[in-house]
Protein backbone atom coordinates (compact mmCIF):
# COMPACT_ATOMS: atom_id res chain seq x y z
CA UNK A 1 0.00 0.00 0.00
CA UNK A 2 0.97 3.32 -0.94
CA UNK A 3 0.05 6.56 1.85
CA UNK A 4 1.03 9.75 0.77
CA UNK A 5 -0.37 13.52 1.96
CA UNK A 6 -0.58 15.86 -0.32
CA UNK A 7 1.05 18.14 2.12
CA UNK A 8 3.96 16.03 2.10
CA UNK A 9 4.08 16.22 -1.29
CA UNK A 10 3.79 19.59 -1.61
CA UNK A 11 7.18 20.01 0.82
CA UNK A 12 8.96 17.60 -1.34
CA UNK A 13 10.41 17.28 -5.37
CA UNK A 14 6.94 16.32 -6.20
CA UNK A 15 6.09 19.89 -6.72
CA UNK A 16 7.10 20.94 -10.00
CA UNK A 17 6.80 24.95 -10.76
CA UNK A 18 6.47 27.05 -13.39
CA UNK A 19 5.32 30.69 -14.64
CA UNK A 20 1.47 29.68 -15.46
CA UNK A 21 0.99 26.79 -12.62
CA UNK A 22 2.10 24.03 -10.51
CA UNK A 23 1.52 20.19 -9.80
CA UNK A 24 2.27 18.12 -7.13
CA UNK A 25 2.95 14.82 -8.24
CA UNK A 26 1.13 12.36 -5.84
CA UNK A 27 1.39 9.08 -8.68
CA UNK A 28 4.16 8.62 -10.70
CA UNK A 29 5.45 6.12 -13.42
CA UNK A 30 7.68 4.39 -10.04
CA UNK A 31 4.44 3.57 -8.32
CA UNK A 32 3.70 1.13 -10.98
CA UNK A 33 0.19 2.19 -11.28
CA UNK A 34 -0.54 2.41 -14.81
CA UNK A 35 -1.54 6.31 -14.66
CA UNK A 36 -0.54 9.15 -12.52
CA UNK A 37 -2.31 11.48 -10.18
CA UNK A 38 -1.66 14.89 -9.54
CA UNK A 39 -2.98 17.92 -7.53
CA UNK A 40 -2.36 21.45 -9.79
CA UNK A 41 -2.95 24.75 -9.18
CA UNK A 42 -3.47 27.07 -12.33
CA UNK A 43 -2.74 30.87 -11.17
CA UNK A 44 -5.18 33.24 -11.54
CA UNK A 45 -4.88 35.33 -14.68
CA UNK A 46 -2.89 33.03 -16.89
CA UNK A 47 -2.36 31.47 -20.31
CA UNK A 48 -1.04 28.14 -20.81
CA UNK A 49 -0.94 26.68 -24.55
CA UNK A 50 -1.15 22.72 -24.06
CA UNK A 51 -1.22 19.86 -26.42
CA UNK A 52 -0.16 16.26 -24.81
CA UNK A 53 0.64 14.24 -27.50
CA UNK A 54 2.22 11.66 -25.93
CA UNK A 55 -0.34 11.62 -23.17
CA UNK A 56 -3.65 11.27 -22.23
CA UNK A 57 -5.46 13.25 -19.30
CA UNK A 58 -8.65 13.46 -17.07
CA UNK A 59 -9.28 17.13 -15.24
CA UNK A 60 -11.56 16.94 -12.30
CA UNK A 61 -11.58 21.26 -11.39
CA UNK A 62 -11.85 21.10 -7.28
CA UNK A 63 -11.74 25.46 -7.25
CA UNK A 64 -11.50 28.12 -9.32
CA UNK A 65 -12.96 29.29 -12.21
CA UNK A 66 -11.50 29.57 -16.13
CA UNK A 67 -12.02 28.14 -19.20
CA UNK A 68 -10.51 25.87 -21.53
CA UNK A 69 -10.39 26.44 -25.28
CA UNK A 70 -9.73 24.12 -27.66
CA UNK A 71 -7.91 25.31 -31.04
CA UNK A 72 -9.05 22.62 -33.53
CA UNK A 73 -12.20 24.12 -33.52
CA UNK A 74 -11.73 27.17 -31.44
CA UNK A 75 -14.71 26.05 -28.88
CA UNK A 76 -14.73 27.64 -25.27
CA UNK A 77 -15.68 25.46 -22.29
CA UNK A 78 -16.27 27.10 -19.16
CA UNK A 79 -14.44 25.26 -15.72
CA UNK A 80 -15.94 25.42 -12.40
CA UNK A 81 -15.96 23.50 -9.65
CA UNK A 82 -17.75 19.60 -10.22
CA UNK A 83 -16.66 20.22 -13.72
CA UNK A 84 -14.36 17.34 -15.63
CA UNK A 85 -12.98 17.59 -18.72
CA UNK A 86 -10.87 14.75 -20.66
CA UNK A 87 -8.34 15.36 -23.50
CA UNK A 88 -8.81 11.70 -25.16
CA UNK A 89 -8.19 13.16 -28.89
CA UNK A 90 -5.07 14.69 -27.03
CA UNK A 91 -6.60 17.90 -27.81
CA UNK A 92 -4.17 20.90 -28.51
CA UNK A 93 -5.87 23.65 -25.91
CA UNK A 94 -5.35 26.81 -24.28
CA UNK A 95 -6.16 26.67 -20.28
CA UNK A 96 -6.72 29.82 -18.43
CA UNK A 97 -7.26 30.32 -15.54
CA UNK A 98 -9.43 33.45 -14.44
CA UNK A 99 -9.10 32.93 -10.64
CA UNK A 100 -6.70 30.14 -9.18
CA UNK A 101 -7.93 26.68 -10.06
CA UNK A 102 -7.20 23.48 -8.00
CA UNK A 103 -7.42 20.69 -11.10
CA UNK A 104 -7.19 16.80 -10.02
CA UNK A 105 -5.52 15.64 -13.10
CA UNK A 106 -4.40 12.00 -14.19
CA UNK A 107 -2.31 10.94 -16.80
CA UNK A 108 -2.00 7.88 -18.97
CA UNK A 109 0.91 7.00 -19.74
CA UNK A 110 1.77 7.84 -16.25
CA UNK A 111 3.98 10.38 -16.10
CA UNK A 112 7.88 10.23 -14.14
CA UNK A 113 7.47 13.35 -12.54
CA UNK A 114 10.13 16.53 -13.93
CA UNK A 115 7.98 16.68 -17.19
CA UNK A 116 7.15 20.43 -18.38
CA UNK A 117 5.57 21.76 -21.42
CA UNK A 118 8.00 22.26 -24.16
CA UNK A 119 7.27 25.53 -26.64
CA UNK A 120 4.73 23.05 -28.47
CA UNK A 121 2.93 22.59 -25.43
CA UNK A 122 4.12 19.18 -25.42
CA UNK A 123 5.25 16.77 -22.36
CA UNK A 124 7.93 14.43 -23.44
CA UNK A 125 6.99 10.97 -23.39
CA UNK A 126 9.64 9.89 -20.99
CA UNK A 127 11.10 12.60 -18.40
CA UNK A 128 13.82 12.52 -15.54
CA UNK A 129 12.12 10.56 -12.73
CA UNK A 130 11.85 12.21 -9.27
CA UNK A 131 14.33 10.25 -6.75
Not at 36 to 61: K, M, P, R, W
Not at 73 to 98: A, M, S
Not at 104 to 129: I, Q, R, S, T
Request: proline share 4%; hydrophobic share 35%; aromatic share 8%.
Amino acid sequence: MIVRTLAECEQSNRKIVTETWDSTRMLLKDDNMGFSFHITTIYADSETHIHYQNHLESVYCISGEGEIETLADGKVYPIKPGTLYILDQHDEHLLRGFSEMKMACVFNPPLNGKEVHNEDGVYPLEAEAIA
